[in-house]
């Protein structure tokens, strides 16, 4: 299936890649630039991994190590404010934490399979997700109705990883 990605097509493709890399949300994105936050996400997921592995053909290895560093870093940023919002019980900074580091560990995960020249990375199958649930959901205990929405949230991500993986195949 042909799809146009409205943010490559964007004048401020530059600028997005940049922004991406360096922790905005999808959801920024869409605010700030005439791309919706899907075409955000899709561009992320299908088009920055392969950006990164022509820098690696041009021997431009530190570039790409440095931004799954970046993106590491950034995850692990993610998931301690939002242990502390959550100890101060303010579920909506958690839950924006939340969306910055699910963003960041596709993007490690694609990151990863596409330096590992894999043609296909399953999310839901690497071990930071396995630790990210397990994290967010025992981070939550406290919390029985935000908990039950994120495990909900949780469980449609898995369900579109699939459907994603599947498409892949076609
Ligand atoms: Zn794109």
């Not at 931004?67 to 242990?83: F, I, N, Q, V």
Request: aromatic share 4%; proline share 3%.
């Amino acid at each position: 299936m042909t799809r146009v990605c409205t943010v490559c097509s964007s004048p401020e493709v530059d600028t997005i890649n940049q922004q991406l890399l360096s922790g905005a949300t999808y959801t920024m994105i869409a605010n700030t630039h005439r791309v919706s936050w899907q075409a955000a996400r899709y561009h992320v997921l299908n088009h920055i991994p392969p950006l990164l592995a022509q820098a690696k053909q041009a021997e431009d290895v530190a570039k790409a190590s440095d931004l799954l560093t970046t993106a590491t870093m950034r995850d692990e940023k993610a998931l301690s404010l939002m242990a502390s919002a959550e100890a101060t019980g303010d579920i909506k900074t958690a839950g924006a934490m939340l969306r910055v580091s699910l963003v960041s560990l596709e993007l490690l995960a694609r990151l990863r399979g596409e330096l590992n020249q894999q043609t296909t990375v399953n999310l839901i199958l690497a071990p930071e997700w396995v630790s990210f649930r397990t994290t967010l959901l025992s981070a939550l205990l406290a919390y029985p109705e935000a908990r039950a929405a994120a495990a909900q949230a949780l469980l449609a991500a898995e369900g579109e990883q699939e459907g994603q993986d599947h498409a892949a195949l076609d």
